[in-house]
């Protein structure tokens, strides 16, 4: 619906990886800039991040390390202070990926999902507009895994929760990998070294 009605923007990486410093400086201020009109955007706005395409064969799992050093060097670029609310520790059911202060939920998708069609960078008040009261979030919910169940290759990932559900994380909804298993998180906190 976004892509329909033109309200996605699109950034065009000089790589297949997006941790690489050159792509951050692309990303970056094309983010800032995207945070900054985005509510002026329709209700199914994105940023799409395409990068080159491979010239060899990368696993789920590779792309996985790459948009996580992504993640974290978009963390160190960022001039915003990480916001107060949202704690440090990725596994924490609170956090969620901040950039120039406003929460986002970026999503990866790769040429390496072969079985798992359905991975998109959105920020987080289109997913907050949604979900917003108990009832559209489970009108919501049961409407997209009812579409995953029928478009992917494999069941619906058991890392698909709620926001802030004790005991889960936001974390690991970010890169699904093709099998029902948790991808690793390289790191507890972003500003580790």
């Not at 996605?8 to 800039?33: K, M, Q, T, W």
């Not at 995207?34 to 080159?52: E, F, W």
């Amino acid at each position: 619906m976004g892509y329909r009605s033109d309200d996605h923007r699109y950034v065009f990486l000089e790589s297949d990886n997006p941790s690489e410093a050159r792509n951050i400086r692309i990303i970056g201020p094309a983010l800032r800039e995207y945070l900054r009109v985005s509510q002026g955007l329709g209700p199914n706005t994105s940023l799409v991040i395409i990068g080159q395409p491979s010239s060899g064969t990368k696993s789920v799992s590779e792309y996985n390390n790459t948009f996580w050093e992504m993640l974290r060097g978009l963390w160190i670029i960022d001039t915003q202070t990480w916001p107060e609310d949202i704690p440090a520790k990725i596994l924490s059911e609170k956090w969620t990926f901040a950039f120039d202060g406003e929460p986002i939920f970026p999503v990866m998708l790769t040429p390496g999902h072969a079985r798992r069609w359905s991975r998109q960078m959105s920020p987080k008040w289109v997913l907050d507009n949604l979900l917003a009261t108990p009832e559209k979030r489970e009108t919501a919910q049961n409407k997209v895994r009812k579409l995953i169940q029928e478009y992917d290759q494999v069941d619906v990932s058991p890392d698909l929760t709620s926001f802030g559900v004790p005991g889960t994380s936001e974390s690991r909804q970010l890169c699904l990998l093709d099998k029902n298993e948790s991808a690793h998180l390289p790191y507890d906190n972003l500003d580790e070294q």
